[in-house]
């Protein structure tokens, strides 16, 4: 088994890692354009909505504001104070439990935006205006960073990837902070095409799941999430195994064109199936899950009603719980697991008799999805190379012929820069590569949505 580890992990490094390398350090120098006079005046908008919520924060606390002469927002002390002393509300579930030491009780008191999120679903959706004024401040801030960091009228990052699962991490500015294009400030159009180019952003559709469909019909030749995936809108699909009853109750039956999201009391019935579908693969717990999905009074519904909802999704997916154990097992007997292309991240701890176990047991399914994920966008990306690399490898002749350039990549999306004549053509080509970004393919056919405009808001 070492002989065999140390060998896939020399030809994952051949392969694929020391060239990934190589374009990741062309697109830091690359960088995207940006339009720092429009980042300016976003940044003073955000100023303005934060004072209306501070003015909002200060009449929701009056009773307690004015017995002090300041009362800081920004400050968690005084935040921790006004919540749990003069509001007395319970300690957030996802910090735990209070303890009986004096570092454990401040930890506990959290002013976290999930401590909020959680004492809002629970408690109080005043605190709405709490969390809603931490997000604003907290953009804000860095809405006003960004066009400092511009060098000839770009913005450059730093790009690595995380040694557990391959992910990217980006820093100076951390692009994955940046908004998607539904929020309220719409960041992503200060990031522009230059002059006689447009921008394509081609972007991996539920990745994770693919990657989760792939592994059940190769394994288990289980086709069930397949199937959702390949026909309409999975979390609608994932909704119908997991609540079919229910719907049949308010008259919706499965691919009769109902979307669940038209009406209120189906469309809470989606966003629970797509909780859930996104939390599997990161070992959510029912404690975790029932904070997080809120019942039809707003509140969380509890660790039993979670758990229940966990073991319908077993039920609903007969071999993803055998695939999760597939690769505890794996863990628990060689102390590692392997993604996709053979990357392996160590897990001594999932070899432990005792309860210190549990940690990497989670990481280790959460590492063959995420680190399979990261395997194909890696590959994607050097499948769509337009540079010549110093080892030789991956290079996309045609792509470079229309003048294609990789400016940035974000979580699962690729951004290019094309020639205004070649965008179309470019963008045809950019999508048929990454679905298609492996010599053997996967068991399931990957999605990819590509889009062209002016600005990354817009082409995505």
């Not at 968690?76 to 009780?105: H, W």
Request: glycine share 6%.
């Amino acid at each position: 088994m070492a002989d065999s580890k140390v060998k896939s992990l020399q030809n994952f490094y051949d392969d694929f890692w020391n060239s990934s390398l190589q374009v990741l350090a062309h697109v830091e120098r690359t960088g995207m354009a940006f339009d720092s006079a429009l980042m300016e005046r976003k940044a003073e908008h955000a100023s303005e909505v934060a004072f209306d919520l501070h003015a909002k924060l200060n009449a929701w606390a009056f009773d307690y504001t004015r017995q002090r002469e300041a009362m800081n927002w920004n400050s968690t002390q005084q935040v921790a104070e006004f919540l749990y002393d003069f509001k007395c509300y319970p300690i957030p579930a996802v910090v735990g439990t209070m303890s009986a030491t004096k570092k454990n009780r401040d930890d506990a008191r959290s002013t976290s935006e999930a401590s909020l999120d959680w004492l809002c679903k629970n408690h109080d959706q005043a605190i709405q205006v709490l969390l809603d004024y931490k997000r604003v401040t907290k953009l804000q801030q860095f809405m006003e960073k960004l066009p400092t960091m511009v060098v000839d009228g770009r913005l450059h990052c730093s790009l690595g990837p995380k040694t557990d699962t391959g992910r990217l991490t980006s820093s100076k500015p951390n692009m994955q902070q940046i908004p998607t294009r539904n929020d309220r400030f719409k960041m992503r159009e200060c990031f522009v095409a230059p002059p006689g180019y447009r921008l394509i952003v081609a972007d991996y559709s539920q990745l994770e799941m693919y990657v989760m469909a792939h592994f059940l019909v190769e394994l288990f030749d289980d086709h069930s999430l397949a199937k959702d995936l390949a026909h309409g809108d999975v979390h609608t699909n994932t909704a119908y195994r997991l609540f079919g009853d229910q719907l049949a109750a308010l008259g919706c039956v499965p691919n009769d064109g109902n979307d669940l999201n038209d009406r209120k009391e189906t469309k809470r019935y989606r966003s629970e199936a797509k909780t859930i579908n996104y939390a599997m693969p990161y070992g959510k717990t029912a404690v975790g899950l029932g904070t997080q999905i809120l019942g039809s009074d707003g509140r969380g519904v509890g660790t039993k009603k979670a758990q229940e909802l966990i073991d319908g999704y077993f039920e609903a997916y007969p071999g993803m719980q055998d695939l999760f154990e597939h690769w505890r097992n794996h863990a628990r007997k060689h102390g590692f697991v392997r993604t996709l292309l053979g990357r392996t991240r160590p897990l001594p701890g999932a070899v432990a008799t005792d309860w210190t176990a549990n940690a990497d047991l989670r990481r280790a399914v959460n590492t063959s999805v995420q680190g399979s994920a990261a395997d194909i966008v890696t590959t994607a990306m050097l499948r769509c190379n337009t540079i010549r690399l110093a080892d030789g490898r991956w290079f996309n002749s045609k792509l470079a012929s229309l003048g294609v350039r990789l400016c940035m990549q974000v979580h699962d999306e690729l951004i290019f820069e094309v020639p205004d004549q070649h965008a179309n053509t470019a963008c045809r080509v950019i999508k048929e590569t990454m679905e298609s970004p492996f010599r053997v393919p996967l068991k399931v056919q990957l999605k990819v949505d590509a889009e062209i405009g002016d600005n990354w808001g817009a082409a995505k």
